[in-house]
């Protein structure tokens, strides 16, 4: 059974900080690995997503991949309390339609 | 921008009656998916399609969940006899390519089915 964890939170980070937000998942066969930000109430919007070992840099976010630890990780720069959300993992084998299988997400909150 | 568009946005139905959530995928995608959120829970997928049939269905979707593309733009989910358990948002999503490849799936704002 393909598992992804993640730190339910709450998270509060002060505004301007760094937030880091982790992941781990069970499947080592996974090839591809996202990252969502869903907003109460609303439906999950892509942020990023990583294939390959290392980071992966998109503006303030950075997605970090380390596939022998089996562990995906998203750090935000300078937080903006438009950051506040549920950040949601998710990871699939690759190829076809494959279903995303998502972690419960991790709350998080950017306080002014 | 294009969007992928769910109806209902709400509906609430009686234990045992059949449900027929609708959505209208973005036009150029090709790769279609259901998804669902139990109220604080995780989101969790149902089923996706392609080249008009099923290409992966996930445990959840069993015998009483059935998908349609009945015409050119509609993508349907029924749930034939709905439970207590079945209440949640239902999520449509579309990719244009594989979105297991990409993870660009574009998410519908869902459609909130209360089972009573």
Request: aromatic content about 12%; some cysteine.
């Amino acid at each position: 059974q393909k598992e992804v964890e993640q730190n339910s939170g709450p998270l509060s980070v002060p505004e301007g900080a760094i937030a880091s937000l982790n992941c781990t998942y069970s499947d080592r066969g996974s090839q591809s690995f996202f990252w969502y930000r869903q907003y109460s109430g609303k439906s999950p919007e892509l942020i990023m997503f990583i294939y390959s070992n290392g980071d992966k840099e998109d503006g303030r976010f950075t997605a970090q991949l380390n596939k022998a630890s089996q562990y995906v990780s998203l750090l935000i720069r300078d937080s903006q309390p438009s950051d506040s959300a549920t950040y949601l993992c998710a990871v699939n084998e690759g190829g076809g339609a494959d279903g995303l299988t998502f972690g419960k997400g991790t709350h998080l909150i950017i306080q002014p | 921008e294009p969007e992928v568009t769910q109806t209902p946005s709400h509906q609430v139905t009686q234990m045992g009656q059949e449900v027929i959530l609708r959505c209208v995928p973005i036009s150029n995608h090709l790769y279609f998916y259901w998804y669902r959120q139990i109220l604080g829970q995780k989101v969790e997928f149902l089923v996706s399609f392609y080249n008009n049939e099923i290409s992966e269905k996930s445990e959840i979707f069993d015998d009483q969940f059935s998908v349609e593309r009945p015409d050119g733009s509609n993508f349907t989910l029924k749930i034939r006899s709905t439970k207590l358990e079945d209440s949640a948002m239902y999520f449509c999503a579309s990719s244009e390519v594989s979105g297991g490849n990409t993870g660009e799936l574009f998410f519908g704002e869902g459609s909130r089915l209360t089972v009573l």
